[in-house]
């Protein structure tokens, strides 16, 4: 019997113990009520509370799952509260635009629990209250804007939302970092009215891009054949001058040799008249042209044969002298 006491009385001890030691993990911590007041807030660390009179705050917590094909929610109850960033992925909800558009909006958001007292006293179930509140705030932000304006203005939304849900939480000892918008999906005539739209402009500027590739290819090629023909040309004149030149220097050269063998003729002759000797050598040179193909042609020589003996003399003596 004595045994039996210890024992239950070492089992007291134990329950004891284990009601009065709490063990609380970094990044946690635990709401001490005294006899249903608040008392205290237990931080990291191993704490000792008075059994059975400081107990933890019950808290229910709401979470949303996805198990591929919906989103359903369900609740627990617990005595721990995580001070960690947490993400809360809504699902998928109708909103109206300004313009009377409905469409589906999926949006995230990223909070902390700053102030573990305001989070459990202030409000019912606290993930819950955000999404309500995140939805209804959403719905009153997306109501201010159009269709187009709300379609690429998303960083613009994602803060408004931010800074309202920010202000609505603190209260509740809540930090809002982020609100994502993770899908805006407008209704499907919609979006197939803006592909049309979108692939025509595609096509429009894909036209604009050719016409100006073809202006720009048209307009290189021009400046290719006038700098071709600049080219060309200067080409040409530089030719012709440097042709110039040469017929110049071997027309001087032709004339200077014609003036020495004048003046060799001249010194060659008796009477140092050379004129006779120009003359017989141009009837030289000519009298083959003259009688080829004879026929229908009148060959006139001059009367006095006499002369043109002369001359044919002094041109003898003038070979005979050069040799």
């Known amino acids: 019997m004595f045994v039996i006491f210890f024992i239950m009385l070492a089992i007291c001890f134990m329950i004891v113990l284990i009601k009065s ?3 609380v993990k970094q990044a946690e911590t635990i709401v001490l009520e005294y006899f249903g007041k608040y008392n205290r807030i237990l931080g990291p660390g191993l704490h000792f509370a008075i059994p059975f009179v400081e ?3 019950q808290v229910v917590w709401s979470f949303i799952k996805d198990d591929g094909h919906r989103f359903y929610r369900y609740s627990q109850i617990l005595y721990r509260i995580d001070l960690r960033e947490s993400v809360y992925d809504f699902p998928k909800q109708n909103v109206i635009t300004k313009d009377n558009v409905t469409m589906e909006i999926n949006a995230l958001l990223y909070y902390q629990i700053t102030d573990a007292k305001a989070a459990v006293y202030e409000v019912v179930n606290l993930p819950e209250a955000i999404e309500k ?55 499907a005539d919609i979006r197939h009215a803006m592909e049309k739209q ?17 202006k720009r290819a048209a ?43 004048i003046a060799m003729v001249q010194k ?25 193909d004879k026929e229908d042609k009148l060959v006139v020589v001059p009367y006095e044969m ?17 040799k």
Do not use: C, H
């Not at 090629?221 to 030149?245: D, N, P, T």
């Open 268 to 292: 060659s002759t008796p009477t140092g008249d050379p004129l006779s000797y120009l003359i017989a050598m141009q009837y030289i040179k000519t009298l083959p042209e003259l009688m080829k």
């Open 21 to 23: 030691l709490y063990l």
């Open 133 to 187: 509140l995140t939805q209804t705030t959403l719905r009153n932000v997306i109501g201010s804007l159009d269709l187009d304006e709300t379609l690429v203005s998303r960083d613009q939304i994602n803060e408004r939302l931010r800074i309202i849900l920010d202000e609505a939480t603190d209260k509740w000892g809540v930090k809002v970092n982020r609100v994502e918008l993770q899908e805006v999906t407008p209704p």
């Open 219 to 261: 307009i290189l090629e021009a400046e290719g054949i006038k700098e071709s023909k600049i080219l060309q040309a200067q080409g040409e004149a530089e030719s012709q001058v440097i042709q110039a030149k040469g017929q110049a220097i071997s027309r001087l050269k032709i004339a200077d040799a014609e003036s020495q063998a």
């Open 55 to 57: 107990v933890p705050r």
């Open 306 to 322: 006499s002369s043109f003996v002369g001359a044919l003399a002094s041109v003898k003596k003038v070979f005979e002298s050069i």
């Open 198 to 214: 979108m692939r025509a402009e595609r096509e429009r500027r894909e036209i604009i891009l050719q016409s100006e590739g073809k």
